[in-house]
């Protein structure tokens, strides 16, 4: 009887620890595809959508982090394939870097002119 | 007199931001997938619809010839209507066309080659979708026209082909063998 106790106990927290590998997985499916860009869709992620085209990407997905690829990998594999464009956040390059650059000169150009208003007065 | 330079000011701003959205207006923000072409990834291996055994897409790409890369489904009716030009590339062309069967049964996809013909060379079967998506794929059906010698994408067809892209690829393909 106590042996059986045991086993069940076993098996439980086994079955525990499986789950919850398995939700970090899906966690990091979830993660990536939500910053991906249905291609097919009108404005919808591949978390979103329940196209066939989203529905491959999240199976891919999966695929390339069982074979153990990281986040970055699988975004340079899928621009590699589609373009920047299927990224959410671009990544900072020559096309993209006014976009990165512009708030900041704002910023900036903003800042100067609150202080030179402020030491004016 | 500052007054008026604030206001004139603040109309040209205006005027300038109306221009800029309008010329945006005109400029088209759909998205071309026309302008990615790359390598085939030679490497990837799938199954084959008849034959039943895992093989590489790199050994059925023709080393002596131009090969289509074609990914269809029997459940696609555009890929019912290209069939014929698939068939006339194969017959009177010679061209190497393999095919990807998307996500499909298998029982379908043979019923389908068996009513219209089959045009392949081989058929690798993507059950799940993902061999497409490595391909760059964004559904069915699409063709590659892949180039013999550097394994490389020379042209992307999304959609079914017409006579248009059909006169395109024989053109191509004639230029050369000269």
Redesign the interface.
Known sequence: MKKFKLFIIIIGFSLILVNNLRAQDTDQVNKISKNLRC??CQGQSVYDSQS??A???K??IQ?KIDEGKTENEIYEFLT????D?IIYDPELNKNTFLLWLLPLILFVFGGILIIRKVSIK | MIKNIKFIIIILFGLFLFLVFLKGLDKPNS?S?N??L?QIETKLTARTLYKNKEISLGELIDKNNFSLINVWASWCLPCRNEHSYLINLQKINNINIIGINY?DKEINAKKFLKDLGNPYSEILIDP???I?????A??VPETYLVNRKTNEVIKKFIGPLDDLKFKEIVKIVNNEKI
């Open positions: 291609l097919i066939d085209f529905i491959s990407m199976t891919l695929k590699k394939k589609y373009g464009w | 998205y997938p302008s990615i790359n996500k799940d979708g993902t497409s998506i490595e391909l760059g964004y559904g």
